[in-house]
Protein backbone atom coordinates (compact mmCIF):
# COMPACT_ATOMS: atom_id res chain seq x y z
CA UNK A 1 0.00 0.00 0.00
CA UNK A 2 2.94 2.13 0.73
CA UNK A 3 4.06 1.94 -2.62
CA UNK A 4 0.60 3.59 -3.80
CA UNK A 5 1.37 6.41 -1.93
CA UNK A 6 5.19 6.98 -2.94
CA UNK A 7 3.26 7.16 -6.96
CA UNK A 8 0.93 9.44 -5.55
CA UNK A 9 3.85 11.87 -4.59
CA UNK A 10 5.55 10.77 -7.67
CA UNK A 11 2.00 11.62 -9.92
CA UNK A 12 1.57 14.67 -7.80
CA UNK A 13 4.68 16.48 -9.14
CA UNK A 14 4.82 15.43 -12.22
CA UNK A 15 1.31 16.44 -12.98
CA UNK A 16 1.81 20.26 -11.55
CA UNK A 17 4.86 20.29 -14.05
CA UNK A 18 2.76 19.26 -16.66
CA UNK A 19 0.03 21.52 -16.37
CA UNK A 20 -2.52 19.95 -14.00
CA UNK A 21 -3.49 22.17 -10.79
CA UNK A 22 -5.78 20.87 -7.99
CA UNK A 23 -9.22 22.54 -7.98
CA UNK A 24 -9.47 22.99 -3.72
CA UNK A 25 -12.55 25.40 -4.38
CA UNK A 26 -14.60 22.18 -3.84
CA UNK A 27 -13.21 20.87 -0.91
CA UNK A 28 -15.25 22.17 2.18
CA UNK A 29 -13.21 21.41 4.83
CA UNK A 30 -11.64 24.61 6.96
CA UNK A 31 -8.40 24.39 6.30
CA UNK A 32 -5.43 26.07 4.26
CA UNK A 33 -4.96 25.14 0.52
CA UNK A 34 -2.13 22.48 1.55
CA UNK A 35 -3.98 20.39 3.17
CA UNK A 36 -6.88 20.34 0.65
CA UNK A 37 -4.48 19.13 -1.79
CA UNK A 38 -3.99 16.68 0.44
CA UNK A 39 -7.31 15.75 1.29
CA UNK A 40 -7.94 15.72 -2.59
CA UNK A 41 -4.77 13.08 -2.93
CA UNK A 42 -6.76 10.65 -1.21
CA UNK A 43 -9.61 10.52 -3.67
CA UNK A 44 -10.36 6.84 -4.44
CA UNK A 45 -10.16 7.74 -8.32
CA UNK A 46 -6.42 8.88 -7.79
CA UNK A 47 -5.45 6.17 -5.98
CA UNK A 48 -6.60 3.34 -8.47
CA UNK A 49 -5.30 5.37 -11.44
CA UNK A 50 -1.92 5.11 -8.97
CA UNK A 51 -2.44 1.43 -8.93
CA UNK A 52 -2.93 1.14 -12.46
CA UNK A 53 0.33 2.68 -13.31
CA UNK A 54 2.38 0.82 -10.89
CA UNK A 55 0.12 -2.66 -11.69
CA UNK A 56 0.12 -2.57 -15.36
CA UNK A 57 2.22 -2.70 -18.47
CA UNK A 58 3.20 0.64 -20.05
CA UNK A 59 0.54 1.26 -22.62
CA UNK A 60 -2.36 -0.85 -21.45
CA UNK A 61 -5.90 0.94 -20.42
CA UNK A 62 -6.38 1.67 -17.23
CA UNK A 63 -9.83 0.63 -15.95
CA UNK A 64 -11.71 2.45 -13.20
CA UNK A 65 -15.35 1.77 -11.95
CA UNK A 66 -17.25 3.20 -9.16
CA UNK A 67 -20.86 3.91 -7.54
CA UNK A 68 -20.29 7.95 -6.47
CA UNK A 69 -19.83 10.78 -9.44
CA UNK A 70 -15.95 11.16 -10.25
CA UNK A 71 -15.38 15.00 -8.86
CA UNK A 72 -14.06 17.61 -11.32
CA UNK A 73 -10.46 17.46 -9.91
CA UNK A 74 -10.11 13.58 -10.47
CA UNK A 75 -11.31 13.82 -13.61
CA UNK A 76 -8.71 17.05 -14.72
CA UNK A 77 -6.01 14.49 -12.51
CA UNK A 78 -7.28 11.64 -14.86
CA UNK A 79 -7.16 14.01 -18.23
CA UNK A 80 -3.19 14.89 -17.32
CA UNK A 81 -2.38 11.23 -16.43
CA UNK A 82 -3.94 9.65 -19.80
CA UNK A 83 -1.37 12.62 -21.59
CA UNK A 84 1.48 12.53 -19.74
CA UNK A 85 1.68 8.60 -19.42
CA UNK A 86 0.32 8.00 -22.82
CA UNK A 87 -2.32 6.00 -21.21
CA UNK A 88 -5.89 5.14 -22.10
CA UNK A 89 -8.17 5.76 -19.01
CA UNK A 90 -11.68 3.92 -18.76
CA UNK A 91 -13.42 5.76 -15.57
CA UNK A 92 -17.45 4.54 -15.03
CA UNK A 93 -18.93 6.28 -12.33
CA UNK A 94 -22.33 6.67 -11.07
CA UNK A 95 -23.94 8.79 -14.20
CA UNK A 96 -21.86 8.37 -16.99
CA UNK A 97 -19.08 6.59 -19.09
CA UNK A 98 -15.46 8.73 -19.46
CA UNK A 99 -12.81 7.37 -22.15
CA UNK A 100 -9.81 9.45 -21.70
CA UNK A 101 -7.24 9.29 -24.33
CA UNK A 102 -4.44 11.78 -24.62
CA UNK A 103 -6.21 14.11 -21.82
CA UNK A 104 -9.46 14.31 -23.99
CA UNK A 105 -12.31 12.97 -22.49
CA UNK A 106 -15.04 11.06 -23.95
CA UNK A 107 -18.20 12.93 -22.03
CA UNK A 108 -17.07 16.41 -23.36
CA UNK A 109 -16.24 17.55 -19.56
CA UNK A 110 -19.67 17.78 -19.46
CA UNK A 111 -20.86 18.27 -15.26
Known amino acids: MEEVYDKMDELSIKL ?19 QKE ?14 GLISSPEGKPIRIMKNLRVCV ?8 VS ?3 ERE ?3 RDKNRFHHIVGGVCSCGDYW
Open 89 to 91: VFM
Open 16 to 34: KENGYSPDVSRVLYDVDDE
Open 73 to 80: DCHSFAKV
Open 38 to 51: KILLGHSEKLALAF
Open 83 to 85: RVY
